[in-house]
């Protein structure tokens, strides 16, 4: 007993130690903290920079290697408070509108010197609502990509986008080194590549108000100007001079390029790589010019920084940035953002002196992009700027190679519906929602619930207790005690980790909770409830018995193979076993992203394996992943093929718990091996896994991984309804985040939730009573 | 005469199994084959580029590969340890002892786990914050452990109730309290069971990442394999699938060694013995 007391002594001890310990820690040194890029080499200047800085000011800077600019925003969101918190954060000029609006970043003000050492896109790109809150140091962008062994730059030089065209269908087609070779290709989808030509015919995605600020609610996309565009890109087409295939992509223009077929295309600097690798002779070129001889703007993105609202330090971190403004400093970062003297980078600079340096003159396609970015038009910055990702794909899919079966679309109508689903996608991102304040009757009823449930526990509790007697309670109250003792650390982990972010996600469902409210949301009740039962879901019914039958066709699929699998495998030979389950357990151990995009790979309808392979045998293409029907059969076939191993495995495990003498009573019954298969193994079986076997079909109903393989698709024509792989969660998911309304997603997975938690329970009901009956 | 049946039945199932096989292997293989530079079919959109092991040599010299690689296997491996001991001990109160409750506490357990960990992120997030886990590997190795737990709870708890309870008696009646008992008869019993469990939760934190590159911002070092890797085609534009293909296959050796060293469980283990029914 002493022994005990003095243990727990000493345990309490180390505690309490640990906390104060903690608790009187020396105060910090000021240090500020800097999210740098993806790229080491530039993030390594910066910590000379930053040498340099501490040396002047005795301020210290740590400079973090981040995985990809694309996270900056959330990771900032998530940390802005906390201990890890940035001070400086290197960012897509895109993606400040959150967090300008939710106030997490400094609003900033520089110098009239410092304005004068930049191009004006540095502080216009990182202006929000009239107010500057960064500055840029780097673009991305695009021009023309040309072949030199087939056309010089003054051919397409000077031109206007007409003229340009003109060119290209003059061209027809040249042998080129034994293949032919068209002078131009584009991708008519992609809105970011192809905005300076809708621009040029006068359409545009958010017009600009009075102020000078983009006007979310004006959508020029269905204007005289883009009918113009469409008509114009339907021309080229006739000629051949856009990608051919309905789901071509970007990657099928640059192999296009890569492979000779075209001379001209529109690109960045990201694939130089792939084309020297295969020999191009490549050289970049300005856009052509409008129409109307002004210069045409490509669509950019601008890299900079920003700082941090919450950050300890806010004058000394303003004093970095502004010390790593320096043009000495730009050069360096911009240098080693390129790869010195390897100039294989995509940064060009926004600084005039590093405009001007000899490292960007000397090397003509880093002079010639340097000169569209003194001309570039930064993407919509505001919050609602990315909705056009939403839509843009699919209607200009439509539009220019027709619906799904190839019928054609008329253009007129789809460009309506297009600026239609963007409007009302910034209408509800903008709806004011009233705030409800919860009355005190509002607590007292919440209190009388709580109640209430308590006590119809505790009755039914001590109800269950007077069936036994009184030693029979005894015993059973002291094994209920030592069970919820050991199971109390389980119990308490699980609560925390699955409980309060459920009842979390419950509260964050009746509130405003949104891009636009990231921090001050507020309760507004059922609003978000009373939203998805007005509005509905088109194509809820289709969706929802789709994902029914997807869940439960992966998990009889998965679960019957791979118990034939383990009895299969039981009966091999010890070795032979081994290597065949050393094969089987792949699908289970390579991550699913790399499993399902090869899958894609293989399943594509055009250049994909399996096609490849039925041509080389004769036979004409199959729509695999095309073909709404074929589609669902494809992804059901994959999920399985991946989730198969696993039951395998556990159904091994199991096969050794099934007593011999089943099997052996069954054998003098005369039940051949396949009776034997599914009169004892599969039941037994099934019985055991049951939990399991529910557990899996509720990750199947909540598939995330299924968009990897079709992104949802095969779509309709209509923009915005679900496409025929498209699961319950992932769709309604994507739905409210659309909008960037994660009160509402919230919602959307709480009734999914209850539908998802009734189904399961009721499924448990009956396999126990029938399991109970069995015995 | 029964001789010829059985080994005409043999290749028919060897022919299953072959078949099977092949349709595991192919994309496989697939994989291995643009890791190496040869992407026959384009997927990676950048053409055949020839057989080299640059990828790999890259891997190492631009990339913090054996970093990612090291904190994956220690968080892996410990949280495998913990949901092992975790799993064990709860499946065995679950299976062995009546308590009040019990159903109703196993079926929480299920149905708290059909919420989509998707949309738990932001609330996970703060709890993370709050407990001062953000940026340790410690805080990979406590969710991760519970999230397998949890999981793997339900199916073990399943094959625990294959061993009967009159094995328990026999050895109370000779004197061993409820912990002897597991260690020393029940969980030698369960092994092929164990062996799943601790595959499973390998395999789960070891894949994990969503929760890993939401927890993580502080440099490259501290990531996982996982997160790192997906780093590599995580571009709008700059997806270097041979990077990421040679990344793969690497990191699932150790997945592989770990299952070669579990292959007795699995085969050995027989539970028969134990108790005549």
């Given at each position: ?12 001890s180390i505690i309490l130690s640990i906390i104060f310990s903690n608790i009187v820690k020396a105060e910090q040194d000021k240090v500020i903290t800097v999210w740098g890029s993806e790229i080491t080499r530039e993030n390594d200047v910066m910590r000379e920079i930053a040498q340099e800085f501490e040396n002047e000011t005795g301020i210290r800077v740590s400079v973090i290697d981040r995985r990809s600019l694309f996270d900056a925003p959330r990771d900032l969101i998530n940390n802005a408070q906390t201990k890890e918190k940035p001070d400086i954060v290197m960012i897509q000029h895109a993606d400040i509108g959150d967090l300008a609006v939710n106030g997490f970043l400094l609003e900033l003000d520089f110098a009239e010197e410092l304005k004068s050492a930049f191009h004006e896109s540095a502080f216009t790109s990182f202006e929000v609502k009239d107010k500057q809150y960064g500055i840029g140091y780097s673009v991305e ?160 993105t601008v890299n900079g920084f920003v700082i941090n609202a919450h950050s300890d330090y806010p004058d000394e971190t303003k004093a970095f940035l502004e010390f790593m403004c320096k043009d000495e400093y730009q050069q360096m970062l911009i240098e080693a953002g390129n790869n010195y003297?390897?100039?294989?980078g995509s940064r060009f600079p926004v600084n005039l002196s590093v405009r001007?340096s000899?490292y ?18 930064p993407?919509?910055n505001i919050p ?112 925390i ?7 979390h ?8 909770y949104?891009s636009l409210n990231l921090v001050d949301y ?254 | ?61 631009d990339t913090k590969y054996l970093y990612w690689?090291g904190n994956s296997?220690i968080i ?45 992120l932001v609330s996970l997030f703060k709890i993370f914050a709050a407990l001062e886990l953000l940026n340790k590997l410690l805080g990979l190795v406590i969710i ?66 969503a929760i890993a590159s939401m927890l993580i911002t502080s440099g490259a070092e501290k990531m996982t394999?996982?997160v790192g890797?997906q780093s590599?085609?995580y571009g ?42």
């Open positions: 007993m002493r022994k005990k007391t003095v243990l727990a002594l000493l345990l309490i962008t695009y021009g023309l990509v040309y072949n030199r062994d087939v056309i010089s730059s003054e051919q397409i030089t000077n031109l206007t986008w007409d003229e340009f065209f003109d060119y290209a269908v003059n061209f027809g087609t040249v042998i080129h080194n034994g293949k032919p070779m068209k002078a131009f290709i584009l991708n008519p989808k992609n809105m970011y590549f192809m905005y300076p030509i809708i621009k040029n015919y006068g359409g545009y995605y958010y017009g600009i108000d009075e102020n000078g600020n983009y006007n979310p609610f004006d959508v020029g996309l269905n204007n005289e100007g883009s009918k113009l565009y469409i008509e114009k890109i339907k021309s080229l087409m006739n000629h051949g001079l856009a990608v051919n295939s309905r789901n071509g992509t970007d990657n099928d223009v640059s192999a296009a390029f890569a492979n000779q077929e075209a001379a001209v295309i529109i690109n960045g600097f990201w694939q130089n790589s792939f084309y020297k690798q295969k020999g191009v002779n490549f050289g970049f070129a300005p856009l052509p010019m409008n129409n109307d001889k002004t210069v045409s703007s490509p669509y950019a003297d390897k100039k294989v001007e000899e960007i003159k000397s090397e003509e396609m880093y002079d010639v992009m340097a000169g569209i970015c003194e001309s570039i038009e993407v919509p609602e700027g990315d909705i056009w990702y939403n839509y843009t794909d699919k209607a200009y899919q439509s539009i220019f190679y027709g619906d799904i079966n190839g019928n054609p679309v008329n253009s007129d109508d789809m460009l309506d519906e297009l600026s239609t689903a963007i409007l009302n996608d910034v209408k509800k991102m903008n709806v004011k929602i009233e705030k409800v304040d919860i009355p005190f009757l509002g607590y007292f009823f919440i209190g009388c619930f709580i109640a209430v449930c308590l006590a119809i526990l505790i009755i039914t509790f001590v109800r269950r207790r007077r069936k036994f007697s009184i030693s029979a309670n005894r015993i059973m109250l002291k094994a209920t005690f030592i069970s919820y003792l050991v199971l109390l650390p389980v119990l308490v982990l699980i609560g980790f699955y409980l309060f972010p459920i009842v996600n419950i509260y964050l469902s009746m509130t405003d949104s507020v309760f507004i009740g059922g609003y978000n409830y009373k939203t998805i039962f007005i509005e509905g879901l088109s194509g809820f019914a289709s969706m929802f018995a789709w994902t029914v039958i997807f869940a439960s066709s992966v998990m009889v699929i998965t679960f019957l193979t791979g118990t034939m699998l383990a009895t299969l495998l039981e009966k091999r030979k010890a070795k032979v076993a081994k290597i065949y389950k050393m094969i089987f357990i792949l699908p289970w151990v390579i991550p699913s992203v790399i499993m399902l995009l090869t899958w894609q790979g293989i399943l594509a309808t055009d250049g994909g394996a399996l096609n490849n392979l039925l041509n080389m045998l004769g036979f004409g293409k199959v729509m695999w992943l095309d073909n709404p029907y074929l589609a669902r059969l494809c992804t059901i076939f994959v999920v399985s093929w991946m989730g198969t191993p696993y039951y395998m495995f556990l159904a091994l495990g199991f096969l050794k718990s099934i007593p011999k003498d089943y099997y052996e009573a069954a054998m003098i019954e005369g039940a051949g091996k396949i009776k034997v298969f599914f009169a004892i193994t599969v039941p037994i079986i099934f019985r055991a896994l049951l939990p399991t076997l529910i557990m899996g079909f509720i990750m199947q109903f909540n598939n995330f991984g299924v968009y990897l393989l079709t992104s949802g698709g095969p779509f309709g024509s209509t923009l915005g309804a679900p496409g025929a792989t498209d699961l319950l969660i992932t769709y309604v998911y994507n739905l409210a985040y659309n909008t960037k309304n994660y009160g509402l997603a919230a919602a959307y997975s709480v009734i999914i939730f209850l539908f998802v938690a009734a189904f399961s329970l009721i499924t448990m009901k009956i396999g126990n009573s029938r399991f109970n009956e069995g015995k | 005469m029964r001789k010829k049946k059985i080994r005409f039945r043999n290749i028919g199932i060897h022919a299953i199994l072959i078949f099977l096989a092949l349709i595991v292997l192919v994309p496989f293989a697939y994989i291995l084959l643009i890791s190496f530079g040869k992407d026959i079919l384009d997927i990676t959109g950048y053409g055949d580029t020839g057989f080299s092991i640059g990828n790999y040599e890259r891997l190492f010299s690689l296997l892996s491996l410990v949280s495998m340890l913990i949901s092992l001991i975790m799993v064990s001990v709860a499946s065995n109160v679950f299976s062995k002892f009546k308590f009040a409750g019990r159903e109703a506490l196993f079926q929480t357990i299920l149905l708290i786990q059909i919420f989509p960990l998707t949309l738990m991760d452990s519970v999230i397998a737990s949890a999981g793997l709870i339900l199916v073990s708890k399943g094959y625990f109730d294959t061993i009967p309870y009159e094995i328990d008696e026999a050895a109370m009646i000779d004197g061993a309290n409820r912990f002897q008992i597991l260690v020393h008869i029940t969980l030698p019993l369960v092994k092929p069971i164990l062996g799943i469990v601790a595959i499973q939760s390998f395999v789960l934190t070891y894949n994990e990442y394999v996982a890797l590599l085609i709008q534009f700059q997806q270097n699938w041979g990077m990421y293909c040679a990344g793969a296959a690497l990191a699932s050796l150790p997945i592989f060694i770990l299952f070669y060293s579990f292959q007795k469980y699995f085969i050995g283990g027989l539970t028969e013995g134990g108790v005549k029914q």
